[in-house]
């Protein structure tokens, strides 16, 4: 009978350390094709991987960004799910965190890290090449410019921050410290 639970968080513990590998990698990517756009705007166009010869640079960063966003957030929720079933640090109330709450933790997590990022990267943007806030972010869509992207993705992580702080004070222990 103990072997079904220990294979069960076994096999847990592989997909919560294959996403946060695979949200590391993307992020690699993301960050690379970031340097690109803001140092080598000329640049996005070309492949990303020349020996094979496609995507784009500018897909390959837009896509990283998707899959780190999605990975960071699977990662963490599993996380969170693990620790919340663990006992509470010493002196802290236990109080019990639900599913919902554990997700929005997640995606808080995913959602801090990508806004920071974007802040960041069209910051640079802004002083190396200020005519493009006005421009369309991807070449995707239209919408959003850089400009209202930028302010986006600050409120995403103002946003998530503050859940995590609110996490950190109900719920001692379940995200990070005490």
Do not use: C, K
Not at 34 to 57: C, E, H, I, K, N
Not at 142 to 151: C, K, N, Q
Request: hydrophobic share 55%.
């Amino acid at each position: 009978m103990t072997r079904v639970p220990m294979q069960r968080e076994t096999g847990l513990a592989v997909l919560e350390s294959s996403a946060a590998a695979l949200a590391l990698a993307a992020a690699l990517v993301w960050f690379g094709s970031s340097l690109v756009g803001s140092f080598r705007p000329d640049a996005l166009g070309r492949a990303y991987w020349p020996a094979v010869g496609w995507p784009r640079t500018d897909t390959s960063g837009v896509a990283a960004l998707a899959v780190l966003v999605i990975a960071l957030a699977v990662s963490e929720i599993l996380r969170v799910s693990r620790r919340r079933t663990g006992a509470p640090p010493a002196g802290a109330l236990p109080v019990s965190m639900s599913s919902v709450g554990v997700v929005a933790t997640g995606v808080a997590v995913a959602g801090v890290v990508a806004g920071i990022a974007l802040v960041v990267y069209l910051s640079v943007n802004a002083v190396t090449h200020p005519a493009t806030l006005a421009l369309q972010a991807t070449h995707f869509a239209t919408w959003p410019t850089e400009g209202t992207l930028r302010v986006l993705a600050l409120v995403v992580a103002a946003l998530g921050s503050g859940w995590l702080r609110y996490v950190v004070i109900r719920h001692p222990g379940s995200w990070i410290g005490s």
